[in-house]
């Protein structure tokens, strides 16, 4: 299990909050969430109550403050911590239902245009592991946690287009 500190000031300062465990909503425990220290494990904050709104991955290391983990504002609802697993397979598909060309993933991938010549991703099964789906290459942009399962549908988090930039697997290095 992992466990990170909240902190509602920036510079790990002010009332704090110790998190070991996932919690549906964090906001009876402090009121905002100014930085974070991130003592083990892998963890995703979410913006809204109910694990809605902007999602945050963070591993173990110092978030000052809330741009460093390229948060939006300062408003942490639900934290989830991240299994760890040894393994990270899955297979992507350029239209939904499974549909279109596919292609494999068993690492990290930085830009998906360079590596699979595509801009875009309308269905996948997670076969193995956790991943982080980012918008932008180079692990930019809005940011959704895919859990081990099938994805019929992109929008299946409220995803605003099909438009996928990078992956990456959660491993927790530490």
């Known amino acids: 299990m992992g466990k990170i500190t909240i902190y509602e000031d920036r510079g790990f300062q002010?009332?704090?909050?110790?998190?070991?465990?996932?919690?549906?909503?964090?906001q009876p425990c402090f009121s905002?969430?100014?930085?974070?220290?991130?003592?083990?494990?892998?963890?995703?904050?979410?913006?809204?109550?109910?694990y809605l709104g902007c999602q945050y991955f963070l591993q173990r290391g110092d978030y000052p403050d809330y741009q460093q983990w390229m948060g939006l504002n300062d408003s942490v609802r639900p934290c989830h911590t991240i299994p760890y697993t040894s393994s990270h397979r899955i297979k992507l598909y350029e239209r939904h239902g499974y549909g279109g060309l596919v292609s494999k993933l068993t690492e990290n991938c930085s830009c998906m245009h360079d590596h699979f010549q595509l801009n875009e991703l309308h269905s996948l099964h997670m076969l193995e592991g956790w991943w982080v789906l980012y918008e932008m290459p180079n692990y930019q942009g809005w940011q959704y946690l895919l859990r081990p399962g099938d994805y019929r549908s992109y929008h299946y988090q409220g995803g605003l287009d099909a438009k996928v930039g990078s992956l990456r697997c959660v491993i927790d290095l530490y």
């Open 14 to 26: 002010g009332r704090r909050y110790e998190c070991s465990s996932d919690h549906s909503n964090l």
């Open 32 to 50: 905002r969430c100014n930085s974070i220290r991130g003592d083990s494990g892998c963890w995703m904050l979410y913006e809204r109550s109910n």
